[in-house]
């Protein structure tokens, strides 16, 4: 069975079809990059399956489960979780705090009124790991806010990761970031995809063709390859998409 | 409103330094009533601020920590004395019969019937209030406190119309031999109240549904990315943020033992808004402070001038306008200034400011005295620091604004000493 299963989604916004029937099955524990011209709806894509949008039309099964149309908690609970392209932290908590709230949903604490936070045994060994995780020990109780990009974007994807989903998608995880950052960054994302299955949209080839096990190319709202790195560096539909029809 | 917000407090194992501001605190309480014995006026204050000291901290729970603006907070102030009230009655009854349920409760655990009361209330209504956070919740709590004040008049028998319902706080059983027919017998309740309510909403920030409170205050789109709905979560602080609000009700219940519908309306919600402010959002104690500072200058204003409702009002702007992390803020700054040790390069940039400051006030203020000697007096004179001030004599006005120049000049002077530092 598939991690995700995708048959003819579809989403418009009024009469503007972003979406036009993707089928897509992500294998479990696959890095799956989603790659595409700006504005091919990757991200729009990625709001379908997280649940920010209901889509318009077709089906989505995380392990074998329908979970199209459903709230973004509820789609959280059930294991898919998401990052945001643009950092989306809780500005005025610390980066431990944030860590901390991310890991209430998994240890069922975050309605908890009779207990201090520090006591939830569960919650603060989680966070205290995906700290570690992703290296900001040093910084732990600096508001989110005040934290350099690169720091922040870590931050993100701890926050993703700290509930322990077993579909992780990461919405351009390296946008923004120097080369250094972004070497520290796959590391980070190659330790984050261990035992969970990835999606990952990114703009940067080079990172994509590192990560990736499959590349889909999205192109106005529709999948046009499918394959192995191999494969998509050498298909003329996704030349034709990036470089324009002379190429072809 | 980053600026307006708190930094959740840094998590500590347990020390003697986080409890010393209990301690303190304790101490201050027990030793208040010594040093005002025998004032009559100071117990009545005490008890004033004591009562916006928890009705202030209740109310940030939604605003400081939950980012929610309220304007209708005083509906679970008011409903919750209402309880109050007609418990004590209750009370009083049943112990002239000398049974019944009531006959054994003590008027000591009002407090306690105010916060079932402003829980259960918040618990009825909230759900659709917290849907959205921002205008959309101001607006609605706005509509709520106009549409229960006027409630308030329509049903007599709950609300006693205009006039109000009054209670007696000396009937029933005594707890501790605390006799509330005594001033200090009163205080000893409200410090009682007082310290519990603290101690128990500043613990509420440290639990899991505290920081998620602050979560939802940052940032609601991604709380449901993290596995919450924000409207739980608000609703849930909704809920405690009334029944806070509502045990402060019941505190005034005994205090004053009368509750009129105008307790429901939108001059306490405001009062409590203004408060809040004043105190600062972001700290934990700014609504303590604000709450102490807007209760004496609402009641000791009033002896030295005319005009007491413009000041408060003036310093409210002033301190949304120019610091709007309240008094609060400017004392957690200077603590944490003292603690790494920059106090010493800082001190002179705000020292400097704080006495622009004062000049620009005194300036202000004898300006503002003389204008309402000019337009209602019948002396035209203004006392003003035991000097006299004609408000026909040029001089005095040249007085006013040679102090408002210097402010100002004092300000644009030492403007780098700040920005150096800042």
Not at chain 2, 60 to 76: E, I, K, P, T
Not at chain 2, 218 to 234: A, C, H, K, S, T
Not at chain 2, 241 to 268: D, K
Not at chain 2, 348 to 364: C, N, R, Y
Request: with cysteine.
């Amino acid at each position: 069975m598939s991690a995700l299963s995708i048959k003819n989604l579809t989403k418009n916004f009024g009469l503007a079809e972003v979406i036009c029937g993707v089928d897509l099955e992500v294998e479990k524990g696959e890095i799956h990059a989603v790659i595409g011209p700006n504005g091919a709806g990757k991200s729009t894509f990625f709001n379908l399956l997280s649940g920010a949008f209901p889509p318009s039309g077709g089906e989505i099964r995380l392990n074998g489960e329908s979970i199209d149309g459903l709230t973004p908690e509820k789609i959280q609970q059930r294991g898919l979780s998401r990052s945001f392209q643009v950092s989306n932290v809780f500005v005025n908590l610390s980066v431990f705090e944030n860590l901390r709230c991310a890991c209430f949903k998994t240890s069922g604490s975050g309605y908890v009124f009779w207990r201090a936070a520090s006591k939830i045994k569960a919650a603060n060994e989680r966070a205290e790991e995906v700290l570690g995780l992703i290296g900001l020990e040093a910084l732990r109780d600096v508001p989110a806010g005040a934290l350099p990009y690169a720091s922040q974007r870590a931050l993100e994807i701890g926050m993703t990761i700290a509930s322990n989903a077993d579909v992780v998608i990461l919405d351009e995880p390296t946008a923004g970031m120097s080369n250094t950052e972004t070497a520290q960054a796959i590391s980070l994302i190659r330790q984050v995809a261990e035992g969970r299955t990835l999606m990952i949209v990114e703009h940067d080839m080079g990172v994509v063709f590192e990560l990736a096990d499959r590349i889909s190319v999205l192109v106005y709202g529709k999948i046009v390859a499918t394959g192995t790195p191999e494969e998509i560096r050498n298909d003329p539909r996704v030349k034709e998409a990036y470089l324009g029809e002379e190429a072809a | 409103m980053n600026d307006l917000t708190a930094v959740a407090p840094r998590q500590n194992r347990f020390s003697w330094r986080a409890l010393s501001p209990w301690v303190i605190s304790a101490a201050v309480l027990l030793l208040l009533p010594v040093v005002f014995a025998d004032n009559g006026t100071a117990f009545t204050l005490m008890n004033l601020i004591a009562i916006n000291i928890v009705f202030a901290l209740s109310y940030n729970m939604l605003l400081g920590q939950g980012g929610m603006l309220s304007f209708g907070h005083a509906v679970f102030y008011g409903l919750g004395s209402y309880g109050a009230m007609h418990a004590m009655n209750a009370i009083d009854e049943a112990s002239y019969v000398g049974e019944g349920f009531w006959s054994h409760v003590p008027v000591v655990s009002m407090p306690l019937v105010g916060m079932i009361v402003g829980g259960l209330v918040a618990l009825v209504i909230g759900w659709p209030f917290c849907r959205r956070a921002g205008t959309a919740f101001a607006m609605i709590t706005l509509g709520l406190g106009e549409m229960v004040a006027a409630a308030g008049q329509m049903f007599p028998s709950i609300f006693g119309g205009e006039a109000g319902i009054y209670g007696n706080r000396t009937v029933g059983p005594q707890w501790f031999g605390l006799d509330m027919a005594h001033a200090t017998g009163v205080y000893w309740f409200m410090a009682f109240w007082t310290f519990l309510a603290v101690l128990a909403i500043w613990a509420f920030t440290r639990t899991p549904l505290g920081r998620m409170s602050n979560a939802v205050r940052d940032n609601p789109d991604r709380l449901q990315f993290i596995g919450y709905p924000p409207r739980n979560i608000r609703f849930m602080v909704f809920i405690a943020s009334g029944a806070f609000g509502g045990l402060a009700g019941g505190m005034a219940a005994v205090n004053y033992e009368i509750i009129t519908p105008e307790a429901l309306g939108l001059i306490p919600s405001g009062t409590v808004l203004l408060m809040t402010a004043v105190g600062g959002l972001g700290v934990f104690y700014g609504p303590i402070v604000g709450a102490v500072v807007v209760s004496l200058m609402n009641s000791m204003l009033s002896d030295y001038t005319d005009a007491s409702i413009l000041y408060v009002g003036l310093i409210f702007l002033a301190i949304v306008m120019f610091a709007p992390r309240g008094l609060g803020g400017g004392l957690e700054q200077v603590r944490v200034a003292a603690k790494d040790g920059s106090l010493v390069n800082r001190l002179p940039g705000w020292l400097s400011g704080a006495l622009a400051v004062i000049l620009i006030s005194l300036g202000l203020i004898l300006i503002i005295e003389l204008l309402f000697q000019l337009l209602h007096g019948d002396d035209a004179t203004t006392q003003f620091f035991g000097l006299e001030f004609k408000a026909v004599s040029i001089i005095s006005w040249i007085w006013s604004l040679i102090l408002f120049g210097a402010g100002v000049a004092v300000m644009r002077v030492t403007r780098k000493l700040r920005e150096d530092n800042a």
